[in-house]
């Protein structure tokens, strides 16, 4: 989802969230989570843009409704978030002032490819954005044009929208194969990106997410049963399905299981039986 750019002023009668501007209120630069917050609920969004008040008004209320809430304070701090906890992250909610537009935190999306963005428009209440900082006796105040219920909504249809769409990294040192598979793949509805090694997975899902990873398991370097293993242990919810052609493929398959791997394909297999095998490891609990 690419971030909105809003092209007209709210109108008179549409609603407005009104948040109090404190040039001097603290910017916070920790992830937050409510208290006592289920561990079923994964959702984490981050939050950028220019008036520290304004993601401190969005903290507090996606912290009351149960979301945990990284917040980028400037553009280096939203890359370090992005390099710490980009396979985390859900959601990005950014707000941004209709003129001029607000371009500084377009560069750090490129981190998180597969990301939905929201983009709120946020103008001054008062007549010009020089008077609203010069003044000391008037409280400026930001206009949101939307509810707290309404983003609130927007984002758990947003949300929605993301849990349903499937992701499979295929590895595999086999160029042809990899792109075969994932060809496969996204024919049958889902979304497929794939890597050359265990190296280039890791690197791969540091960057987006993946539901299920695919991997061959003889390969240079670093193989499929060192990928598994380490999966298993720093990213334990991707399902692994573990393929092979190779001799001695019983005894390969036998460790794959035994490190973590939840179904086996042999090489070669037909594709009903990989989206099959696919499915299954999908809806297993």
């Given at each position: 989802?690419?971030?909105?750019t809003?092209?007209?002023a ?8 009104l ?12 992830a937050?989570?409510?208290e ?5 609920i ?6 950028g ?6 993601r401190a008004?969005l903290?507090a209320l996606l912290?009351?409704h ?7 304070v ?6 370090m978030?992005c390099a710490?906890?980009?396979p985390?992250?859900?959601l990005v909610?950014l707000?941004?002032?209709t003129v001029?537009?607000?371009s ?17 428009p946020v103008y001054l ?5 020089n008077?609203?900082?010069?003044s000391t006796t ?6 949101i044009?939307?509810t ?8 758990d249809v ?9 992701t ?11 792109r075969?598979?994932?060809?496969l793949l996204?024919a049958a509805?889902?979304?497929a990106s794939h890597?050359?090694?265990g190296k280039?997975?890791l690197q791969?899902l540091?960057?987006r ?5 695919l991997t061959?398991?003889?390969m240079?370097?670093?193989d ?9 242990q720093?990213?334990?919810e991707v399902?692994?399905v573990?393929m092979s052609?190779?001799s ?5 398959f036998s ?6 791997a939840?179904?086996v ?9 990989l989206?099959q ?9």
């Amino acid at each position: 989802m690419q971030p909105s750019t809003p092209n007209d002023a709210p109108r008179q009668n549409e609603s407005l969230m009104l948040l109090p501007k404190d040039e001097d209120s603290p910017s916070s630069a920790i992830a937050f989570s409510k208290e006592g917050r289920s561990d079923s609920i994964s959702e984490t969004i981050l939050l950028g843009g220019p008036y520290p008040e304004v993601r401190a008004h969005l903290r507090a209320l996606l912290v009351r409704h149960d979301y945990a809430v990284l917040e980028a304070v400037n553009d280096e701090h939203a890359e370090m978030l992005c390099a710490d906890f980009g396979p985390k992250i859900n959601l990005v909610v950014l707000h941004s002032e209709t003129v001029p537009t607000d371009s500084r935190f377009v560069g750090w999306l490129g981190l998180l490819p597969d990301i939905p963005v929201i983009t709120l428009p946020v103008y001054l209440a008062t007549s010009t954005r020089n008077h609203a900082r010069a003044s000391t006796t008037v409280d400026a105040l930001f206009r949101i044009p939307c509810t707290s219920e309404g983003l609130l909504h927007k984002i758990d249809v947003v949300l929605e929208a993301s849990r349903s769409r499937k992701t499979v990294l295929i590895v595999d040192d086999d160029d042809s194969m990899r792109r075969i598979l994932a060809e496969l793949l996204e024919a049958a509805g889902y979304e497929a990106s794939h890597a050359a090694n265990g190296k280039e997975a890791l690197q791969s899902l540091a960057r987006r997410k993946a539901q299920v990873v695919l991997t061959e398991l003889v390969m240079p370097g670093a193989d499929g049963l060192e990928l598994i293993q380490q999966l298993r242990q720093f990213n334990p919810e991707v399902r692994l399905v573990a393929m092979s052609g190779a001799s001695r493929t019983e005894t390969c398959f036998s460790v794959a299981r035994l490190l973590g791997a939840r179904a086996v394909l042999e090489k070669p297999f037909q594709v009903e039986r990989l989206l099959q095998t696919v499915r299954e490891v999908l809806s297993a609990p």
